[in-house]
């Protein structure tokens, strides 16, 4: 199976950001991937990253979700799309899954928040896991996927082949000039990629925005820990990567014993 992940540029809008979804997920499907992964909160736009996000009212991200849903019917492919979302509790965010033929399978919370965020969201509580033509795949955001491996290793034990891992590292004002992808002198997050792969024998997939300074890349590791697919710093676009989901055994993560940790 090819599956597609969208280095993105930061939307300057909600409009903007559904310009680069059509974009990126026709150009995907002209790839013939199945599936396009967006970074986290890509709609509106993850805050904090020296631009202001458009104002997210529960009417405009219900629109946006609309489209969305009509771009993957439209491109036929599924569409993982990272947003804001106004639940009963308050605003979350969080992750929708759109099949190919524009239905919405489901979501995912982000339930560990960066402390930095503890005003800006409401942590989710649980965690899902989806299937788009047989491939099974959950998801983890960004600080939860970095630092709390449980959220990973969860999805290899129920079964998933591939994990998506949309993210927000760096901006576009200043920073970091990376020039080579797992460097030693990089910041520890694609480091931490190749460890959600190897520590559960399944694929990782991992997206930033499109940055100018990120501080990580955006990439699919396989179950050994090699990156397969990846894309130059700073340049948006597409990554493809052909993933063949008998290679995921999951074997380490279904060698975990819980009952050997009390707390």
């Known amino acids: 199976m090819k599956i597609a992940l969208a280095y993105a540029p930061y939307p300057k809008n909600i409009a903007d950001g559904l310009y680069w979804i059509n974009k990126l997920a026709a150009e995907a499907a002209a790839g013939q991937a199945e599936i396009i992964c967006f970074p986290e909160s890509y709609i509106p736009g993850y805050p904090g990253t020296g631009f202001e996000p458009e104002a997210r009212s529960p009417e405009k991200l219900r629109d946006a979700l609309d489209e969305v849903e009509n771009i993957a019917y439209a491109n036929n492919i599924a569409v993982i799309i990272p947003m804001d979302w106004y639940g009963p509790n308050g605003l979350l965010n969080l992750v929708y899954v759109v099949s190919a033929s524009g239905e919405l399978l489901g979501y995912q919370t982000k339930n560990q928040l960066d402390p930095t965020e503890d005003n800006i969201w409401i942590p989710g509580t649980e965690r899902s896991l989806f299937e788009v ?131």
């Not at 020039?179 to 460890?195: R, S």
């Not at 499109?210 to 396989?222: D, L």
């Not at 999951?250 to 975990?256: P, V």
């Open 133 to 263: 033509n047989g491939l099974k795949f959950g998801i983890t955001i960004c600080h939860e996927g970095f630092r709390y491996p449980e959220s990973v290793r969860w999805a290899a034990r129920e079964g998933a082949s591939v994990v998506f891992h949309p993210h927000c590292t760096g901006d576009d004002a200043s920073g970091l000039q990376l020039t080579d992808w797992g460097h030693k002198n990089n910041p520890y997050y694609e480091k931490a990629m190749m460890l959600r792969a190897m520590e559960n024998t399944i694929y990782f997939a991992s997206v930033n925005y499109g940055f100018k300074y990120p501080e990580s890349g955006s990439a699919v590791i396989a179950p050994d820990g090699t990156c397969i697919a990846g894309q130059p710093y700073g340049k948006a676009g597409i990554i493809i990567a052909d993933i063949d989901p008998a290679q995921a055994t999951g074997l380490l993560a279904k060698r975990f014993k819980p009952e050997l940790y009390k707390w």
